[in-house]
């Protein structure tokens, strides 16, 4: 059995204006920079330390991983996995849902409609990330089987990864929180074997809050 400790990036300065970011970053605020310590802090303190950490290699998902890790003494061994980046979305990044609504209203329906298929020019669709989150979670399961392993990603891969790895259908409406640094465990058994241990945990925010802005 492998361990998956699966974790979103800390709050961003888009994160709170309502900018979609995709593949382009915005940094982390303060209290995101605060919220990812705190989780560090956390696994300090309850010894939880680990074989493996990845990180996608966008700034805001690295950036957190190193205020984790630099708590568990393990900043050293974080690897860039560039398939953990969040959801390529093209021509939206860098807009609000009522930028895309006034600018490009065919997209706008599109891209909220819940299609899975939908794929804004330049970007990826939710079935492009639904099929990539599980392909490499599978593969660093795998690698590290009987391990625990840490992944700071982003919501749309996270959100994805609870849909492939529950079995729940790409096209059903989500129905639960993928908070900025949520703690979420999973358990690998086997190709496509997956347990579910903690989703969602933000006792470490000390109660603050964590945003969960995504569709």
């Known amino acids: 059995m492998t361990t998956l400790f699966i974790i979103r990036h800390g709050e961003t300065d888009w994160n709170l204006k309502g900018i979609h970011q995709g593949h382009t970053d915005s940094p982390l605020t303060q209290e995101g920079e605060h919220q990812a310590q705190l989780l560090g802090m956390r696994f300090a303190g309850e010894g939880t330390r680990f074989d493996a950490v990845y990180s996608s290699d966008l700034g805001r998902a690295l950036q957190s991983a190193r205020k984790i890790c630099r708590e568990i003494g393990q900043e050293a061994i974080i690897q860039e996995e560039p398939r953990l980046r969040e959801r390529a979305l093209g021509l939206l990044e860098g807009l609000t849902y009522a930028q895309i609504a006034e600018q490009i209203p065919r997209d706008h329906k599109q891209h909220t409609s819940g299609d899975p298929d939908y794929r804004p020019e330049n970007g990826e669709s939710w079935r492009d990330i639904y099929e990539r989150a599980a392909e490499i979670l599978n593969e660093l399961a795998k690698a590290n089987d009987g391990g625990s392993i840490l992944c700071v990603t982003h919501g749309g891969v996270i959100s994805m990864a609870m849909k492939s790895c529950m079995g ?20 690998w058994h086997a190709e496509n074997d997956w347990n579910l241990r903690t989703w969602g945990d933000t006792s470490h925010l000390q109660n603050s809050s964590a945003l969960d802005e995504m569709l």
């Not at 729940?168 to 358990?187: C, G, M, P, W, Y």
């Open 168 to 187: 729940i259908d790409i096209s059903a409406k989500r129905r639960f929180h993928v908070q900025n640094t949520a703690l979420n465990v999973l358990e």
